[in-house]
């Protein structure tokens, strides 16, 4: 497994972000669905490395995170989108992406090319010299994406990736996920579920900081069978889902 | 295949194998997005405003225009700098970008360090430009010597630590006030740490604003005779280089593992006893008899030797020598001694030439400083009369060659007269007159405060606490036993006029015969023709 949790525990003070998750996650697309507030982004960044867990364990790509020389192994193998990215502003596309490779530690003479494929993969080859400032939210959105996939993660973690996408790009996104995740550990984690039925194989379900469903998105579908919230299968599975828990 | 059924992949991530040429691209890309880059005119501006043309009014000697160089220029930097590098490490907190970074190969130390080593490369830029601009300059205008490189480490360390002080609280306290705080703090803290400078021996000359004796003007003959004393200068770059060293030690703390941590420790611990020793050592220094401070522990004693120089000299009867650095005043400076040159010339104990030769300098209490000329003023078989010129004295360099002339011909030339005819306070109503009376052939004003023997009228004295002249002197006694001070009614005065009536010829035959016998105290006013 490319991913495993085991009683993963994060606090922040007082509140309990995520509260004992158990997970194993391979090659593929997984989906992380939840309402907000439910713990995907604090699960998210335990498995980016930006913080440490509480408590728990967690094994990413085979390696431990809590050493440093392991972790800094994961992080040359890890893509990682925020849910808020910052940027740059002054930097172009390319550079942007550019600086991200080399913060990655990819090797300096593929840099180049690996920035330009990403550039082409996120569909901004036209606007690859043009300045962060000058670019709409769903392109600004589209280069952190650029930045994200440049060294070929083994393990792609992606925070709301579709938040400011065009229907169009959403669904340009959603191939280019399917094409990643035949090679690569690709969490996602989304309040849409038609992101997740479309491009997921596997997701998990959390609610306040507890993975409350596990399972295909199929199956998922098949709880909400006589349940009336939600204008699609897997929304209304969805549904079902969080109010048995709450109930 | 499920993503639960996927085994762990084994792929060999595409690791850097030669770290230097990321690090090398990732420099010129922070080189190209740094908020230095855009302070660059901001601080060029300020420079040429505040500083260039008041550097630029300095006659053009090395020693003048490097230190002015030096103070003003860490001034006008610490703002820009300062507040640049805060700018920039608070860069990722503000742009929220800590996450995506905290998620990267590249150590966070390491990561930062580029983009500080970014920001004090466009600092040092700019300090550079500044640097070639005056002593380009200088060097065309100057007659004489060469830069002076200590002032100029001392300021590029400066500039260095500023930049990492700014960078450390911008990353340590990173807010939108941050940058703007931190630059108007440590310029206070800048200005005011000279405001603590009591004496020589003060810790806070440490400062890196300060490039000699604090409170002390500018002074050509500094390191003019004598070689730059770089003692204060190696203590300031020791400091600023632990300064520099703690603040990037602090830097690689937050966030880091623990090797990192315990690194980072060890490093600032280090660079804050590099820093602390550098104080102690200031506290040590005095100043040295050639205007400059010394430290004992750091001191090189070749820099007690005197600089090899040939003197540039006017021709005639008496020739006026002056340092090559000053050639451009000779002309100016011959010009208005030639009349009482060439009336004493080939007079016996008449000085065979005027040699100009470096202050002494003596600290007072508190920030009192005096200068002056160690000995007499006519030394030497065959006689040489020593020469400081005025601006030697007071501090003041800033004199036109009109007003250097000016001060010379009511200064030195009457001291020419006194020294010849061993005029002085103790001196006969026979010496002051004939003093008196040459002076008036001259042109010249009678009363000096040169201060070689024999006329000890008192030594300049600079500083903020005593302004006034050292030991006072008045009435006919004084000085030069000059006319000025002679009461007209008196016979020392009539016996002035009436000796300054005669024909040359006559005076030169008199003091031919007597001049001895008038030195030694021996003439009575009644014996003068």
């Known amino acids: 497994m490319n991913v495993q949790v085991s009683g993963l525990t994060r606090r922040f003070g007082r509140a309990i972000a995520v509260a004992g998750v158990d997970l194993e996650i391979g090659v593929g697309v997984f989906g992380l669905l939840g309402p907000n507030g439910a713990g995907k982004t604090s699960l998210l960044r335990m498995m980016a490395t930006a913080v440490p867990p509480t408590s728990g364990t ?95 993660p083994e393990l792609l973690l992606l925070d709301e990736p579709t938040a400011g996408l065009d ?29 997740v039925g479309a491009a997921c194989a596997r997701l998990a379900l959390m609610d306040r900081g507890w993975i409350v469903f596990h399972g295909t998105p199929h199956e998922l579908s098949a709880r909400g069978a006589g349940h009336d919230s939600g204008d699609a299968p897997l929304e209304r599975g969805y549904s079902a889902v969080l109010s048995a828990v709450r109930s | 295949m499920t993503a639960a059924s996927a085994p762990v992949l084994t792929r060999p991530a595409l690791v850097e194998r030669r770290p230097g040429l990321s690090t090398a691209r990732l420099l010129l890309l922070e080189l190209r997005h740094n908020a230095m880059l855009w302070m660059l005119p901001v601080a060029l501006a300020v420079f040429w405003f505040l500083s260039y043309r008041k550097t630029m009014d300095l006659p053009p000697l090395w020693n003048l225009r490097a230190t002015d160089l030096h103070t003003r220029a860490v001034a006008d930097l610490i703002v820009p700098v300062t507040g640049a590098a805060a700018l920039m ?29 970014a920001t004090t490369i466009w600092a040092l830029v700019g300090y550079g430009a500044c640097l070639a601009v005056i002593y380009a300059v200088t060097a065309h205008q100057a007659s004489w010597g060469g830069p002076l490189w200590w002032p100029v480490v001392v300021t590029a360390a400066s500039v260095v630590a500023f930049s990492a002080v700014g960078f450390a609280a911008g990353t340590l306290l990173p807010g939108r006030l941050t940058a703007p705080l931190v630059a108007v703090g440590s310029w206070f803290v800048l200005v005011l740490s000279t405001q603590l400078i009591t004496g020589s021996q003060s810790y806070w000359q440490i400062s890196p604003v300060v490039a000699g004796p604090w409170d002390d003007t500018l002074d050509p003959g500094v390191a003019t005779f004598y070689p730059y004393v770089h003692d204060l200068s190696i203590a300031q770059v020791m400091f600023l280089a632990g300064l520099t060293v703690a603040m990037l030690g602090a830097v690689a703390w937050p966030r880091s593992s623990r090797r ?31 205007g400059m401070i010394a430290i004992p522990a750091l001191h090189d004693a070749a820099s007690d030797l005197p600089i ?111 020294s010849l005819v061993s005029d002085g306070p103790d001196a006969s109503e026979a010496q002051h007159a004939v003093a008196a009376a040459l002076s008036m052939d001259a042109g010249m004003p009678a009363g000096t405060d040169y201060p070689g023997q024999p006329v000890p009228r008192g030594t300049r004295v600079q500083g903020h606490q005593e302004t006034g002249q050292g030991p006072s002197c008045s009435g006919a006694g004084c000085g030069s036993g000059a006319a000025g001070n002679l009461d007209k009614s008196s016979p020392s005065y009539a016996a002035a006029r009436r000796f300054a009536a005669l024909p040359l010829a006559a005076q030169r035959s008199w003091l031919a015969q007597h001049l001895t016998a008038l030195r030694a105290g021996q003439i009575t006013l009644a014996q003068l023709p």
């Not at chain 1, 191939?175 to 579920?193: D, F």
């Not at chain 2, 280090?270 to 040295?288: E, N, Y």
């Not at chain 2, 600290?363 to 030697?392: C, H, K, M, W, Y």
């Open chain 2, 89 to 117: 490490g608070s860069r990722e907190a503000r742009r929220r970008m800590t996450d995506l970074m905290t998620s990267t190969a590249r150590p966070r130390w390491a990561r930062l360090l580029v983009t500080w080593a």
């Open chain 2, 260 to 290: 990192v941590r315990a690194a980072s420790a060890v490093v600032a611990a280090a660079g804050v006893l590099a820093a602390g020793t550098a104080v102690r050592l200031a506290g040590t220094g005095t100043l040295d008899a050639h």
């Open chain 1, 167 to 195: 229907p169009e790009q959403r669904v340009a996104f959603r191939a280019l996920l399917r094409e990643l995740g035949q090679r690569a550990t690709v969490v996602v984690s989304t309040h849409l579920v038609e992101d």
């Open chain 2, 308 to 418: 090899r120089f040939t003197p540039v000299c006017s021709r005639g009867s008496i020739p006026v020598c002056l340092n090559p650095a000053y050639s451009r005043s000779l002309p100016a400076v011959a010009a208005v001694l030639s009349p009482v040159l060439r009336e004493i010339a080939g007079l016996p104990g008449a000085p065979v030439r005027v040699i100009q030769v470096a202050a002494t300098y003596k600290q007072g209490t508190g920030n009192v400083i005096s200068t002056g000329l160690a000995g007499g003023a006519l030394q030497g078989e065959p006689p040489e009369f020593r020469l400081l010129l005025p601006d030697q004295q007071t501090g003041g360099p800033f004199l036109t060659n009109h007003e250097l002339a000016g001060q010379v011909r009511d200064s030195i030339g009457p001291a020419i007269v006194a």
């Open chain 1, 58 to 152: 967690l094994r990413l790509l085979g390696r431990d995170p809590g050493e440093a020389g392991q972790r800094r192994e994961i992080r040359c193998r890890l893509g990682y989108l925020p849910q808020n990215p910052g940027y740059y502003l002054g930097f172009t596309v390319t550079e942007f992406v550019e600086y991200f490779a080399l913060l990655k530690e990819v090797p300096a003479a593929r840099v180049p090319g690996a920035v330009a494929a990403a550039v082409e993969r996120v569909g901004l080859r036209d606007r690859a010299r043009a300045r962060l400032r000058t670019l709409s939210g769903g392109m600004l959105r589209r280069a952190a994406i650029a930045q994200a996939i440049v060294n070929e």
